[in-house]
């Protein structure tokens, strides 16, 4: 289960969370007047009531991008609990562990609840938070989507992180994992053909990578991938990220903090860490490739998308209107939010369950 909050935190929470549905409520007008910003920008609109959320962000004064990392977790944790809604219900979800690079990892098992599925896809996720952020509550709610309305076990995994554990630390740790699912899945009652991957933001850079790697290694590899709004390149600053480094979220600051203090004293250009420059592409698992409007990571992730395929790789690409990154883990702002992760969920479920 979900970890516990203290009895202060707990009463915070709830009420921050009250306020935001509240939000969520308002005509899309009201929000839009009430945000004070343009919602227009690179011929996009932007969704209003992320707008009015992002305006009210803005005046809270969130941790600096380069303040302690024990800090920058925290407020995370707290803003998830707040922004993704009470937990979705209809899924089963018990603790466990799995295999890492150095040593065991924490993981959680999401069951999909409806009757009549018999073994289910399992889809080993691996979330987000910039490879220094995040964990197995920051990203409860979207494994409960995923699980759900996807009609797939999700396999949610704690990753070792930076600064603490910096590359290639995370990508042997997502190995690692993938192969104990793989290995381990009929034992979790699942389907042993149809082992997925999937990651959001950081975490679909290193579904990408496990893609790349088992392939190179031979052994058991994904049947399908889940990139959504994955970072795919390191080396370069692409125009979405100049058009949507501030204001939306994810800031340019945030993102040039997590990228140094993951890749440490390791060269960017590696595969490993980018896996746009991967130079064979071919022969890796179809993929649904999802991004976002107003992401500063949309165009390296349909860069990504288009290359592979050029690789002749299956892929569907489905950029979010109106959204922004982040999104996947913000189903208690508004419906148009979950219902837009409620039809990725579905998307991949098809995709994994057709897959051959």
């Known amino acids: 289960m979900v970890a516990e909050r203290t009895p202060s935190q707990a009463v915070t929470e709830a009420l921050a969370g009250t306020f935001i549905r509240g939000l969520g409520v308002l005509p899309p007008s009201v929000a839009g007047r009430l945000s004070r910003r343009g919602l227009q920008l690179d011929g996009q609109r932007l969704d209003p009531h992320l707008a009015l959320l992002s305006s009210l962000a803005d005046r809270i004064s969130p941790p600096e991008a380069g303040a302690a990392a024990a800090e920058q977790r925290e407020m995370l944790r707290v803003n998830s609990a707040i922004i993704a809604g009470r937990p979705l219900s ?11 690079g150095e040593g065991t990892l924490a993981a959680r098992l999401y069951w999909p609840g409806a009757s009549g599925l018999g073994r289910p896809p399992l889809v080993v996720w691996l979330h987000g938070g910039g490879w220094a ?60 053909t149809r082992v997925a991957i999937g990651g959001d933001s950081a975490g679909g850079n290193l579904a990408a990578v496990v893609s790349q790697l088992t392939r190179d290694r031979g052994g058991p ?35 040039d903090w997590f990228e140094a203090t993951y890749s440490a004293e390791s060269s960017r250009s590696d595969p490993r860490m980018s896996p746009l420059l991967q130079p064979d592409l071919s022969g890796l698992p179809p993929a649904l490739v999802v991004t976002a409007d107003f992401d500063p990571l949309r165009d390296e992730g349909e860069l990504y998308a288009r290359q592979l395929q050029q690789a002749g790789v299956p892929v569907q690409l489905r950029r979010s209107p109106g959204l922004v990154h982040g999104f996947l883990n913000m189903t208690g702002v508004h419906r148009n939010i979950r219902a837009e992760v409620i039809a990725i969920a579905a998307s991949f479920g098809a995709i994994t369950a057709t897959a051959v």
Do not use: I
């Open 90 to 100: 209809g899924v089963d979800v018990r603790e466990l562990s799995v295999a890492g």
């Open 133 to 192: 952020l995040g964990d197995l509550d920051t990203h409860d709610q979207p494994c409960r989507y995923l699980a759900r309305y996807g009609r797939q076990a999700v396999l949610s995994v704690a990753y070792r992180l930076a600064p603490e554990a910096p590359f290639p630390a995370a990508v042997e740790d997502a190995v690692a994992a993938f192969e104990w699912a793989a290995e381990h899945a009929a034992e979790l009652g699942c389907d042993p």
């Open 221 to 255: 590899t994904p049947v399908t991938q889940l990139l959504v709004y994955p970072a795919t390149d390191m080396t370069v600053t692409y125009p979405s990220e100049r058009l949507f480094g501030e204001g939306f979220f994810l800031t340019k600051a945030n993102m």
